[in-house]
């Protein structure tokens, strides 16, 4: 769907439409459901701008010294110097301007994004895939969230918290939302003994699959994706698999490829009263969103008033600005395999 940035009222020619309007018509496109919680481009730093100004004015100043003495070469070469820092001031600040044109929109049923000169992308949690560039782990430093959202009609959108403020809030929300919406699809194709795909990587019943090769999950002791890499231990040895970033939905992955594993584990020792734990004692876990069973009430809610059919119900913003819609994709699916699912029937968190 696009949505129009334009529209004709009479004969008055091209009329403007609000932004949250057309937010509005995307979401009724998408079917997106009630609207939660907007985001706003994080604040500007002017840092920068006004750095590369003082060092422009500098040089210029010696520049109007120089042609005041008569050193007229000396004067145009220190006003070319003093072109470089302007320039990039000039160009930053009208980064900063467009950065402050975007708008970040996350309702019951999935989220749009708009950025200034583009359409407005919109994405359903049943079926949209999030590639996050770095994983957080628990006790670690504070990560940058930044994301890849597509669609399965070829919608897409890159954002991160340099663009959106409050990253933390919208991140974990993206993906408990993802994972919510898509884990027990998920769970029924591996019961169902198919396999199902994350990239390069694809589970079923019997093993972890990478690049032609089967990696059973009675070999596998330990899946890790620390530094940006997800890695496992395969009979005591390292192997690499792919960047965290070109995994969609890591955090559904995640989920699956640990039970499967531990349900493996669980197997070779039938008598064990001690119950098997996802990870190793000396390995940290990843901060899954699974874990939460609802995504964490909205800090600020936009307020939605009644209004007559066909007007939006999304609160405006000061960035109301021009822009065109596009659409929104779904995961893929799998084969099926011989072994049946003993005792691995897997809740959705």
């Not at 993206?174 to 390069?200: H, K, M, N, W």
């Not at 008033?305 to 600005?321: F, R």
């Amino acid at each position: 769907m696009t949505t129009p940035s334009h529209g004709d009222v009479g004969t008055g020619g091209p009329q403007k439409v609000p932004l949250s309007q057309l937010i509005h018509l995307m979401s009724e496109y998408q079917k997106l459901g009630p609207h939660r919680q907007t985001f706003l481009p994080a604040p500007a730093s002017d840092t920068f701008v006004r750095g590369c100004g003082i060092v422009a004015g500098g040089f210029a100043a010696v520049g109007v010294i120089c042609a005041t003495v008569g050193a007229y070469s000396g004067a145009l070469a220190v006003g070319l110097l003093a072109l470089i820092p302007a320039s990039m001031a000039f160009f930053r600040g009208r980064r900063n301007r467009r950065h402050r044109a975007a708008r970040l929109d996350l309702f019951d049923y999935g989220m749009t994004v708009y950025r200034s000169g583009e359409q407005i992308a919109g994405f359903r949690w049943d079926s949209a895939e999030v590639r996050q560039q770095v994983i957080p782990f628990q006790n670690s430093a504070p990560t940058e969230y930044s994301f890849h959202m597509t669609g399965p009609d070829g919608a897409e959108a890159a954002f991160d918290d340099t663009l959106f403020a409050d990253g933390r809030d919208w991140g974990k929300a993206i993906q408990s939302a993802i994972t919510l919406a898509q884990l027990p699809r998920a769970v029924t194709a591996i019961d169902d003994c198919a396999t199902v795909y994350f990239g390069e990587i694809a589970l079923d019943l019997t093993a972890l699959y990478f690049r032609s090769k089967a990696f059973a999950w009675e070999q596998i002791q330990l899946i890790d994706a620390r530094s940006g890499l997800v890695r496992m231990k395969v009979d005591g040895h390292w192997v690499s698999l792919t960047p965290v970033g070109q995994i969609p939905n890591f955090y559904i992955f995640n989920e699956l490829a640990e039970r499967l594993r531990v349900a493996a584990a669980a197997e070779l020792e039938p008598n064990t009263d001690a119950p098997v734990t996802a990870l190793e004692p000396d390995s940290t876990s990843v901060e899954t969103p699974v874990a939460e069973t609802e995504i964490e009430p909205p800090a600020v809610t936009p307020t939605i008033v009644d209004a007559e059919p066909g007007t939006s119900t999304i609160a405006p913003t000061a960035e109301d600005a021009e822009a065109e819609a596009p659409v929104a994709k779904v995961g893929p699916n799998g084969q099926p395999t011989d072994r049946t699912a003993d005792n691995l029937t897997i809740a959705s968190n």
